[in-house]
């Protein structure tokens, strides 16, 4: 299976010319690639900008979406807005997003509704800090079951599981987490989707990790931490640190 790379621009940058910047930087760095899905998530406005700037080796994704199809939602964007536009990925439950109020309740109902148009969603889940008594992980698995609830079995393989401990995100981290951890946490996401489905299913689904991923720390994570891909922030932003990133996993 190849590697996923996913660029979550959050919201950056402020001017479409530098959109085509970003895009037109990484092109050096995209070519001759076989082995890695990458995907980048600019802000809503800038989805259609994106897919203009010609890069093959480039997928859209959006950063977000609401789950009804149409109708009488100011400011929201639906599932076939961005399937038109050409979006092929879908982060949902960002933490940055929980904050302003997004539910394991609405993030469930937003999978649901990105399954159906038959866009990959990239589930995020992670707790905000670790405690010596693990109540961090009954947070992490309740994020799972009801994020999952009503969803197939045959469905599950089209989602991407991303870990982003919310104490290891921005330039404000805490400090960053060590492939060890995520190790034990994709193990524990395998174990949960096995009990919730089997263990063929766990055995698909791809894990990635997110949370201040560098140059300096993105291959670890998947070679000693054996991440299936990395959710990139701030460095998605810099097309020749995330040009590094790309290299190195390739
Ligand atoms: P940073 O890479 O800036 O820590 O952001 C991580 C993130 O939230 C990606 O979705």
């Known amino acids: 299976m190849n590697k996923i790379i996913v660029a979550n621009w959050k919201m950056n940058p402020q001017s479409k010319f530098e959109v085509e910047n970003i895009l037109k930087g990484l092109s050096i760095f995209t070519k001759n690639l076989n082995n890695i899905d990458i995907i980048v998530c600019p802000p809503s406005p800038f989805v259609f900008i994106a897919g203009k700037v010609k890069n093959k080796k480039i997928v859209l994704g959006s950063q977000n ?6 109708g009488s939602f100011t400011g929201e964007v639906s599932v076939s807005m961005l399937k038109n536009l050409g979006v092929e990925y879908i982060i949902i439950g960002h933490s940055e997003r929980r904050i ?30 670790r405690d010596m008594n693990g109540f961090y992980l009954s947070f992490i698995k309740e994020q799972i079951i009801e994020g999952l609830k009503g969803i197939l079995k045959s469905q599950v393989k089209n989602i991407i599981f991303a870990y982003e401990p919310i104490w290891a995100i921005g330039s404000n981290a805490e400090r960053g987490a060590v492939p060890q951890e995520f ?41 000693e931490g054996g991440a299936d891909g990395l959710l990139v922030g701030r460095d998605s932003l810099n097309p020749k640190k995330f040009g590094a990133i790309i290299n190195l996993v390739k």
Not at 65 to 70: Q, S
Not at 117 to 128: A, D, L, R, W
Not at 205 to 217: A, C, E, K, Q, T
């Open 65 to 70: 979406v609401f789950y009804e199809k149409e």
């Open 100 to 129: 302003l109020g997004d539910t394991n309740d609405i993030v469930n109902k937003k999978i649901l509704a990105v399954l159906k148009s038959k866009i990959n969603p990239i589930f995020c889940i992670g707790e905000s800090m």
């Open 183 to 223: 190790t034990e946490i994709r193990i524990y996401i395998k174990k949960i989707i096995s009990d919730l489905y089997d263990i063929k299913t766990a055995n698909i689904v791809r894990i990635i990790y997110g949370g201040s991923v560098n140059p300096l720390n993105a291959e670890s994570f998947i070679k």
